[in-house]
């Protein structure tokens, strides 16, 4: 971000609802709020808001349907590993949903600003920085799934598209699971009332299931 016509250097930091200041480059797990990443999350839409429906699709939504598929995946997955896949794009909350097109685009630059979010958000939760690897694969493989169902009930993608960017989904119906549009603050709330029931139940399942 350039200099402003003060000279003042460049901002790197966010200033959240909350009232907490987030420092892109360095992000403290202290300057992270669940309510912060509910409210820019259900306010950030999948797709760049290229779906149907009379609300955007969004990152809060696609979180949640992402945290159910990767239970019907797992369905031993401890509360932990349950909130890992619900946060597994939490960092959008600040730096938004870019499609995967642009992602290439950017390069290095953007994953290295979403893995220091994403470590970060992990420590303020309590949650291993680094999730194990067996976990991610799973998160990934429901987050797939998420992606087919969306882009051919939602996007207009046809299911050959569908099916060769992101699988075709075995073993899962969509009429299983909420593809609905939400209101923002339909999702938003939702959002926190499945973080907070995860958080409670996570302290009495300790281990984790994967990995």
């Not at 202290?30 to 999948?46: F, K, M, P, Y």
């Not at 009379?54 to 932990?80: D, G, N």
């Not at 926190?192 to 302290?203: N, T």
Request: aromatic content about 8%.
């Amino acid at each position: 971000m350039a200099a402003d016509r003060t000279g003042a250097p460049p901002r790197a930091w966010q200033r959240m609802l909350s009232g907490r200041r987030l420092d892109l480059l360095d992000p403290s797990p202290l300057d992270i709020e669940i309510s912060d990443i509910a409210h820019g999350l259900a306010r950030v839409a999948r797709w760049n808001g290229q779906t149907s429906g009379e609300h955007a699709f969004s990152v809060a939504q696609h979180s949640l349907l992402v945290e159910a598929l990767f239970t019907e995946l797992i369905p031993q997955a401890s509360a932990a590993d349950r909130l890992a896949a619900l946060l597994h794009d939490a960092p959008e909350y600040v730096i938004g949903d870019m499609i995967s097109p642009f992602k290439s685009v950017m390069g290095g630059s953007y994953k290295d600003c979403e893995l220091r979010l994403q470590r970060a958000i992990h420590l303020r939760f309590s949650l291993p920085p680094e999730p194990a690897a067996a976990l991610r694969k799973e998160i990934k493989r429901a987050d797939q799934i998420a992606a087919y169902f969306e882009a051919t009930l939602l996007a207009g993608f046809s299911s050959a598209e569908a099916a060769e960017f992101f699988g075709r989904p075995r073993g899962f119906s969509a009429e299983r699971f909420d593809l609905t549009p939400r209101s923002v603050t339909s999702a938003q709330n939702a959002f926190l009332k499945r973080f907070s029931a995860l958080d409670r139940s996570r302290h009495q399942v300790p281990t984790s299931a994967v990995g």
